[in-house]
């Protein structure tokens, strides 16, 4: 059976910009996955960046606009200690963006190097849109 998006979400990627939902419901027609995060309201932002997960203030979030230029999505079920199958994951991810023309940037390679562990902080299942 193909995997679909569950209620919660759906209602995530709604918050999203329209390239980020048309992506990501391509995506999980061959990928499961979890969207986690959408648009993000000031005060879970500053909280976030007060416990040192994000590094950004609000709202100089990509997470922050409206509709949200960034998404949090991870592969399911989710296996946070799992970096691999993450960074396959976001290979995916990123793959099929640009075969959609989609500009985009993963949290676990910020400068767009190719080189995932070189990175002060990761945020592995972080895709914005960029340009």
């Not at 609000?58 to 993450?86: C, F, G, T």
Request: glycine share 8%.
């Amino acid at each position: 059976m193909m995997p679909t998006f569950s209620v919660r979400s759906r209602s995530i990627l709604e918050t999203c910009d329209l390239q980020l939902q048309t992506l990501f419901t391509e995506v999980i027609f061959t990928f499961d996955c979890i969207i986690v995060c959408g648009h993000r309201p000031g005060y879970i932002q500053d909280d976030l960046f007060r416990r040192g997960l994000s590094k950004l203030e609000w709202p100089n979030s990509k997470h922050n606009k409206e509709p949200s230029l960034a998404v949090d999505v991870y592969p399911y079920p989710i296996n946070w200690q799992d970096r691999e199958r993450m960074t396959y994951f976001a290979g995916f991810v990123m793959g099929k963006a640009q075969t959609m023309g989609y500009k985009l940037r993963w949290g676990g390679d910020w400068n767009k190097d190719w080189q995932v562990r070189d990175n002060v902080f990761d945020d592995l299942g972080h895709f914005e849109l960029i340009g």
